[in-house]
């Protein structure tokens, strides 16, 4: 197994030396550079499995330099180092999607504890999701920041690309791990009976329903739901799962009482839905409301690498 590659970024000569005598002294395969400028040309020029980046530096910020590389690659793992009274600055890092901070004087053991955190986390994967390419681990490292938040999720890629695979590494590595995790497949169920399925019905709501039903709205309820080909859904029903999505609330078929519910919900689509916002077959207010984050994921045929341990 290849090691796991650092980049250290300090402006200090003397703190990217300890760090890179600490760090290569543990196996890692450590690229020091001098400033944000710089290490955004190493990263355009070579793949990282986690940058260390003092937070002030001349030039272009910590903070600064983690805006530029998430722009550049949402997968990057950053973990910053801050100095006393920058705290603050480190919160907005994290909300900026940094995977941790570490106040100087940092004690190494913790050093080592955080990256070997950070990088356990995208190794665990590796049992769920088979791949030894460049472009899964990008997909595994943004797999694992999504899986951190509660928002919605729109997982994109072809027949076979491993959609549902994702849905449950996401639900897995999220804080709802321990609740439940239900999946419907939109595309195969009638368009009446997926009403049903998702949202329940009462007794006597129709011909057949001889009792009360929940649907997987309220079944997850805690949990994570995952929507399967969701651009299969009728326009009807999709203004149904919008008001469930914003209001957080459903009422069964034939019910009248509003229920609670809290599901964080994980779409997957093979086709192009904001195509669809355009030509009226899919609704814009829910497509904006399903892509609040999203996850592409490439064919076979553009990470050929992976064949060998597929197989």
């Known amino acids: 197994m290849a090691r796991k590659s650092i980049l250290v ?28 400028e710089a290490a955004m040309k190493f990263v355009a020029d070579r793949h990282f499995d986690l940058v260390l980046t003092d937070l002030k530096m001349t030039g272009m910020s910590g903070l600064d330099l983690l805006k530029e590389l998430t722009d550049f690659d949402k997968s990057i793992i950053v973990i910053l180092l801050t100095a006393h009274g920058t705290v603050d600055s480190a919160v907005d890092a994290l909300r900026l999607g940094a995977f941790d901070y570490l106040q100087k004087p940092y004690d190494r053991e913790k ?14 994967l590796d049992s769920e999701i088979v791949s030894d390419s460049v472009e899964m681990d990008k997909v595994k490292k943004l797999l694992l920041k999504i899986a951190k938040s509660n928002s919605t999720v729109l ?28 999946a419907v497949n939109c595309a ?31 079944v997850a309820d805690g949990g994570t739901l995952f929507l399967d080909e969701i651009g299969e859904l009728d326009i009807s029903l999709q203004a149904k799962i919008l008001r469930a999505l914003q209001e957080k609330q459903i009422r069964r078929v034939g019910g009248t009482k509003e229920i609670n519910v809290d599901v964080r919900v994980v779409a997957a689509t093979n086709r192009d839905l904001l195509k669809m916002t355009q030509d009226g077959s899919f609704r814009e207010d829910l497509y904006y409301r399903l892509n609040v984050l999203s996850l592409e994921i490439p064919p076979l045929r553009e990470r050929r690498s992976d064949i060998p341990v597929l197989v």
């Open 111 to 124: 050093l080592l504890e955080t990256i070997s955190k950070a990088l356990t986390q995208l190794t665990s």
């Open 155 to 182: 997982i994109r890629g072809e027949s076979g690309t491993g959609k549902e695979l994702m849905a449950r590494a996401i639900h897995k590595n999220s804080f709802r791990t321990n609740q439940i995790f239900q």
């Open 188 to 218: 195969a169920i009638n368009e009446n009976l997926l009403e049903s399925e998702l949202f329940g019905h009462e007794k006597g709501s129709f011909t057949g329903a001889v009792g009360e039903k929940l649907g997987l709205f309220e």
């Open 9 to 36: 970024v300090d402006d200090e000569k003397s703190q990217r030396e300890i760090l890179e005598m600490i760090l290569s002294g543990e196996g890692y395969d450590v690229t020091t550079a001098s400033s944000g």
